[in-house]
T-cell receptor
């Protein structure tokens, strides 16, 4: 089955620790995205990547970092600099960000910082 | 940047047609209109996308007037399983301007009652 996988589904970390969220897709999509969603709110863009080895900051990139070394993988690191990291994190991909294509979302990772 | 305005919430009953309107007064010439559906603790799911007039697929219709300053998502004969949050997005990704298209507002919470 083609799709996007995120792991783990739930993640707990102590304050001050960096944590990396996994996102993998086998849809052969060029573009990938990371969003953050807080309770009762819409999605906010953290980072996006249109092509391998390239990525751009979204609206709330501070305290986060990403890499795009492979087409199918776009891991997100939540650093200790992120002041309020507890949230629901969603990864998505699309065929290309060069046209208004459909975004396919993963199941999400719920991060709780204790 | 094109900003969208949607009702915060709507109630309906099973079997009724539901129309959710999105205002986007400063939509640009190259902008497309896209709607997503999100269930709790899941990633959003693409519903429909259009540029002008009317678009219909197996789950919904999208009506866009000539001035394109608003759009209406129409869900025919809703069921309890259509209870979800619906997001309207407006943006242009053709020129690589991914910012608009990737801004999810608060969405409209649709509650379908038996």
């Amino acid at each position: 089955d083609g799709g996007i996988t995120q792991s783990p589904k739930y993640l707990f970390r102590k304050e001050g620790q960096n944590v990396t969220l996994s996102c993998e897709q086998n849809l052969n999509h060029d573009a990938m995205y990371w969003y953050r969603q807080d309770p009762g709110q819409g999605l906010r863009l953290i980072y996006y990547s249109q092509i391998v080895n390239d990525f751009q900051k979204g609206d709330i990139a501070e305290g986060y970092s990403v890499s795009r070394e492979k087409k199918e993988s776009f891991p997100l690191t939540v650093t200790s600099a992120q002041k309020n990291p507890t949230a629901f994190y969603l990864c998505a991909s699309s065929i290309s960000s060069g046209r208004p294509g459909e975004q396919f979302f993963g199941p999400g990772t719920r991060l709780t910082v204790l | 940047l094109a900003k969208t305005t949607q009702p915060i919430s709507m109630d309906s009953y099973e079997g009724q047609e539901v129309n959710i309107t999105c205002s986007h007064n400063n939509i640009a010439t190259n902008d497309y209109i896209t709607w997503y559906q999100q269930f709790p603790s899941q990633g959003p799911r693409f519903i429909i996308q259009g540029y002008k007039t009317k678009v219909t697929n197996e789950v919904a219709s999208l009506f866009i007037p000539a001035d394109r300053k608003s759009s209406t998502l129409s869900l025919p004969r809703v069921s309890l399983s259509d209870t979800a949050v619906y997001y309207c997005l407006v943006g242009d990704m053709i020129r690589g301007n991914a910012g608009n298209m990737l801004t999810f507002g608060g969405g409209t919470r649709l509650m379908v009652k038996p």
